[in-house]
């Protein structure tokens, strides 16, 4: 079996826990919310977009997805965080956790070792180490979530060593409560881990590898799964940004069929109209999981998940704070995986507009 690779891309939020040299005591906070309207002709019997997908989920309705409210705090070797959050996305995202921690968005407290590199442990519920894309829509470029990021964790729980050496490497080892989890039995605690290793080599170019190797739940039975995402994402010039991105999952299997593997690829490209204000972006996604490990088809369970999906998406910034993204986004398949009011088909085309408005204090 292999221990894999990937992270994180794209124009993210560079919210202080993120900052290197900290010269001062910090305080910063966050008020952000997005809510958005979606068309789907096809009018799904569920009511809803495809399972699959944990954000913006209603079909010909609106709602508010995510609702946050953040606060950092840091001085030279201490630093915590708090986030609460409400919407769609945290009912759906954390339906599995305690009901105590299903509007924890991040709450975590880390110490600095060193004074002349970065050196750090934080330990509580922080955003994953994999993944291309965070729960905080204006950070992503793509106005909708990709397949792979909504099955993929958005958070986890566990401890993380860090190392940064300079402005150019970033290195990571974690240990957690397993695949996207809060809460964890005992007896699983110490069996999940993960690894980032990220290369900046200049402010154009990121390359990025993250993995995770741990057990997760399969009909009460605890099974061995291995991710590794790699990506590169790179700015062609100052308007012209392209990423791709390659995710691999494996699971052990039964004594018999030895292990199950997926995976998906996944390219985006993004043209800044007008710098700050307008800008484009198109996206291609193909994911396979032919043993349904991460979803198991609504229109019939004995149906082989294999999904392309292509979007399209315009961005507008009317002022500071404020977002609006408009996005058309087309999926198909070999398999009749969506509904047409209650009938299987192959295709599904919607429409969605999404606006949201960010607020950041910091001193």
Not at 22 to 39: F, H, I, M
Not at 296 to 301: A, D, G, K, N
Request: glycine share 6%.
């Amino acid at each position: 079996m292999r221990f894999g690779c990937c992270l994180l891309l794209m124009e993210l939020f560079t919210f202080p826990a993120q900052a290197q040299t900290p010269v001062k005591d910090s305080l910063a906070l966050q008020l952000y919310a997005e809510v958005y309207a979606s068309l789907i002709p096809d009018k799904p019997v569920t009511g809803k977009r495809p399972g699959y997908f944990y954000n913006y989920t209603s079909s010909n309705s609106a709602a508010v997805n995510l609702a946050l409210a953040r606060v950092f705090y840091q001085r030279a070797k201490v630093r915590s965080s708090l986030g609460l959050m409400a919407g769609t996305y945290a009912k759906n995202n954390l339906a599995g956790e305690q009901p105590w921690a299903r509007h924890l968005y991040e709450a975590s407290i880390g110490y600095r070792f060193t004074n002349r590199e970065q050196v750090w442990l934080d330990a509580g519920v922080f955003p994953s180490h994999i993944g291309a894309e965070t729960a905080i829509g204006r950070d992503n470029w793509t106005a909708t979530r990709s397949i792979v990021a909504d099955n993929s964790p958005y958070y986890e729980t566990g401890l993380r060593l860090s190392y940064k050496p300079g402005s150019q490497w970033y290195f990571a080892l974690l240990t957690l409560n397993g695949w996207q989890r809060i809460t964890a039995p005992l007896n699983q605690l110490g069996a999940n881990w993960g690894m980032q290793v990220t290369y900046t080599p200049n402010g154009m170019v990121t390359f990025n590898s993250s993995s995770f190797i741990g057990k997760v739940k399969d009909n009460d039975v605890y099974k061995t799964r291995i991710y590794s995402n790699l990506y590169v994402s790179a700015w062609l010039s100052k308007r012209v940004g392209f990423f791709a991105g390659w995710d691999f999952g494996m699971q052990e299997g039964s004594a018999v069929s030895g292990s199950y593997a997926w995976n998906d690829l996944s390219a985006q490209l993004r043209c800044k109209i007008i710098p700050d204000k307008l800008a484009l972006t198109a996206r291609y996604e193909q994911m396979n999981d032919p043993y349904n490990l991460l979803y198991l088809p609504e229109v019939r369970p004995d149906l082989k998940f294999n999904v392309r999906l292509a979007s399209l998406n315009a961005d507008w910034v009317p002022r500071n704070g404020f977002l609006i993204r408009g996005e058309i986004n087309y999926q198909t398949s070999p398999q009749p995986l969506f509904f047409r009011q209650s009938t299987g088909v192959h295709q599904q085309f919607s429409a969605f507009l999404i606006a949201s408005y960010n607020f950041q204090f910091s001193k």
